[in-house]
């Protein structure tokens, strides 16, 4: 099957920023900007997230939203501070394909239900923050600060049975670290998962692209490293192709 490259955008107002483990967030520049790089590289899609809408309890991600989606014509994931229907509905006719939800859904499991039952399971992104414990991996909320005491691998099934088509699971301790893919993470949800499985956090060369797809993952998100230039998005084209992973054809050179 063929994998997918996901350029991951953390944004608060309008401006990309980036941390390690979520803290310590840099302002980076222009959202906006960094995604048109990145489809004029040849991006597979692109995720935004509102890094601040769980502390604000809104999202504010409208207004990048209605100036990219004229500009940037992959598919579009957006999310943070969704809690509602309502809110995923402004999102996605604002420009976003895909709605990711996190710390509402776990407070409240049927807004998944809500989402996919109006808008169809394609557009529901089940989003984890995953730390490592004594048993597993349990789930975190508000950028990887607050316990759930929540079984990663088990609410992401339970997510799937609600009705979420995809599923994002970011390792926190790896996030922004350039460390690779915590690879025994995907092991462990990769099994529960019978939809498409995005993995995120620690990517810092091709090879840790690599390592997630023949780890179990269906799709890479990567951000610091794109956002500081140590990785390209042709770099990791040409990395999975000479290990035989198939990413989606593009007709311009990389």
């Avoid at 979420?164 to 970011?170: D, F, R």
Wanted: proline letters at 2%.
């Amino acid at each position: 099957m063929t994998k997918r490259l996901i350029a991951r955008l953390d944004v608060k107002g309008s401006r990309l920023i980036k941390g390690v483990s979520f803290e310590g967030l840099r302002v980076l520049g222009s959202a906006q900007d960094f995604a048109a790089r990145y489809y004029e590289q040849n991006i597979d899609e692109i995720f935004f997230v509102d890094a601040v809408a769980s502390l604000y309890g809104r999202n504010s991600l409208v207004e990048i939203l209605s100036q990219v989606a004229g500009k940037v014509f992959v598919p579009i994931v957006a999310g943070g501070g969704i809690r509602t229907v309502e809110d995923a509905r402004r999102l996605l006719e604002s420009g976003a394909d895909k709605v990711a939800v996190n710390t509402a859904a776990i407070e409240r499991p049927r807004l998944i239900s809500e989402i996919a039952g109006r808008f169809g399971s394609q557009c529901v992104v089940l989003s984890v923050q995953a730390k490592r414990v004594s048993i597993g991996w349990e789930c975190y909320t508000e950028g990887g600060r607050e316990h759930t005491g929540v079984d990663a691998a088990s609410w992401i099934k339970r997510g799937v049975e609600l009705g979420a088509g995809e599923s994002l699971v970011t390792s926190v301790y790896r996030d922004g670290t350039h460390r690779g893919l915590d690879t025994e993470l995907i092991g462990a949800v990769a099994a529960a998962v019978p939809v498409p499985l995005i993995v995120g956090g620690g990517v810092g060369t091709g090879e840790d692209v690599v390592n997630g797809y023949e780890s179990g993952t269906d799709a890479v998100a990567v951000g610091s490293a794109f956002h500081y230039r140590r990785l390209s998005i042709g770099e990791v084209r040409r990395t999975c192709r000479s290990r035989g992973i198939s990413l989606r054809e593009i007709t311009e050179p990389d």
